[in-house]
Nanobody
Framework: QVQLVESGGGLVQAGGSLRLSCAAS????????MGWYRQAPGKQRELVAS???????NYGDSVKGRFTISRDNAKKTVYLQMNNLKPEDTSVYYC?????????WGQGTQVTVSS
């Protein structure tokens, strides 16, 4: 029912910024919540940020004050603005969406932060 495609990843120096986007497609009407997770090699998957349809947000402790999540409900797209990036932010970032009780995942986009 829902397909998710991430974009915007890449290589950036420490202190720089990137903006990730995730577009949902398919025969869908209203997505309850969307978010971003990340998983680095040898690390457990962790929540980066999430946002509900009405705009309520939640952030992982390690990114608070640096990352901002937003969404465009009409475009069925979620964004992640990442500022003041650190080498420890290096990871594969995955977009997720909840729709009619089911969770969907994108294929992931690589973010690499050099020191």
């Amino acid at each position: 029912q829902v397909q998710l495609v991430e974009s915007g990843g890449g290589l950036v120096q420490a202190g720089g910024s990137l903006r990730l986007s995730c577009a949902a497609s398919g025969m869908i009407f209203s997505i309850a919540a969307m978010g971003w997770y990340r998983q680095a090699p040898g690390k457990q998957r962790e929540l980066v940020a999430s946002i509900t349809r009405d705009g309520s947000t939640n952030y992982g402790d390690s990114v608070k004050g640096r990352f901002t999540i937003s969404r465009d409900n009409a475009k069925k797209t979620v964004y992640l603005q990442m500022n003041n990036l650190k080498p420890e932010d290096t990871s594969v970032y995955y977009c997720t969406a909840r729709y009619v009780g089911n969770d969907y995942w994108g294929q992931g986009t690589q973010v690499t932060v050099s020191s």
